[in-house]
């Protein structure tokens, strides 16, 4: 098992987002990304979640490992499937 890093925006509830940050435990990064997101407990809901390999990663702005958007997010940049969409 492997420790990684999340940074997760809930929805706008009503007017922004909430962001989080907390380190998870898993087998790879997109299992562990596809838990977090099944897992995450917010009232608006996930908007997106990046997971890096460490929180160094993270705040030397390194690319993430595995996201996930929810059709909202990912509309914003091209057309969505319904459901979650980890990259």
């Known amino acids: 098992m492997n420790e990684y890093f999340v940074v997760a925006n809930s929805r706008a509830a009503p007017f922004f987002s909430d962001k ?9 990064p997109h ?3 596809a838990e ?8 608006a809901g996930l908007f997106s979640a990046r997971l890096y ?3 160094d990663s993270y705040h030397k702005n ?6 996930w958007y929810s059709p ?6 091209s ?5 979650g969409i980890i990259v």
């Not at 977090?36 to 009232?43: D, E, R, T, V």
């Open 53 to 55: 390999a460490n929180a």
């Open 79 to 83: 057309k969505a499937p319904s459901g």
């Open 36 to 43: 977090f997101a099944n897992n995450y407990s917010h009232p």
């Open 62 to 67: 390194q690319e993430p490992l595995a996201s």
């Open 31 to 33: 299992k562990t990304i």
């Open 72 to 77: 909202e997010a990912y509309s914003q940049v």
């Open 20 to 28: 989080s940050e907390q380190f998870v435990i898993g087998e790879d």
